[in-house]
């Protein structure tokens, strides 16, 4: 049947499915385990919420299922390709995946403060818990080096340069 035929009020629109994190292609979907338990908690409170649906306008219902079915994909397809990594097995000396760094800022910065961050992944960042994506510039900066090393990140607009404190894996 043509569109023309079609009442108005009958056209549904496309439910908006908010984005995950951003994971580029090709790029491994590092996770910890704390990360990968969290994963499926979401998973599962999102197919109880389908499940449980009470909603008795049938437009309604659909475009509730629907947003829900669009998120579990999405849910779906980042636990498919997680790979756990667990931060025990890490080398202690040196900033890998699963890392909590603490560094101070040398120059570029006029506070010279210190800051502590968790390298964790991209579902997993919270910058309100200091915990940032291994794929964040700041990550990326601090990988691979060990106590009393310096990093170079832009960050706030600015070359800045740190030094690394202190490495620990909870």
Do not use: C, W
Request: charged residues 30%; glycine residues 6%.
């Amino acid at each position: 049947m043509s569109r023309g035929f079609v009442k108005e009020e009958d056209q549904e629109e496309a439910p908006f499915i908010p984005p995950r994190a951003a994971l580029p292609a090709g790029v491994i979907n590092y996770v910890t385990p704390r990360g990968h338990k969290h994963l499926l908690e979401e998973r599962e409170a999102l197919e109880t919420e389908r499940k449980n649906l009470d909603i008795s306008s049938d437009k309604e219902k659909r475009h509730a299922q629907a947003v829900l079915d669009g998120k579990l994909n999405l849910l779906n397809e980042r636990i498919q390709s997680a790979r756990v990594l667990n931060p025990h097995e890490q080398p202690k000396s040196e900033v890998r995946f699963g890392a909590t760094v603490e560094f101070k800022t040398l120059s570029g910065n006029s506070d010279a403060t210190q800051k502590i961050f968790t390298i964790v992944g991209v579902d997993e960042a919270d910058i309100k818990h200091q915990k940032i994506a291994f794929l964040a510039p700041l990550a990326r900066a601090l990988t691979g080096k060990k106590v009393g090393e310096t990093a170079q990140v832009q960050m706030a607009g600015k070359q800045q340069e740190l030094e690394i404190l202190k490495i620990y894996y909870e």
